[in-house]
């Protein structure tokens, strides 16, 4: 698992893990996407990949390859 700021991270880092051939998907709260982000429970926004991929995946988030 790793956090980010935004869903827009979030969505980029699901994108280059699945190029890469991670399956990854994100659990943003769906207000953050939303009109009104502010009704938010929490503003950080995880990526989450299986257990057996998470070394991997911390690699390719880590050098963005």
């Known amino acids: 698992m790793a956090e980010f700021g935004s869903v827009f991270e979030a969505d980029a880092a699901v994108a280059l893990l699945q190029s890469c051939g991670i399956p990854a998907l994100s659990s943003a709260d769906p207000a953050l996407r939303s009109p009104a982000p502010c009704m938010a ?18 690699e390719v988030l880590a050098t963005g390859q």
């Open 41 to 58: 429970s929490d503003r950080s926004c995880e990526v989450l990949v299986k257990y057996y991929d998470a070394n991997r995946a911390a």
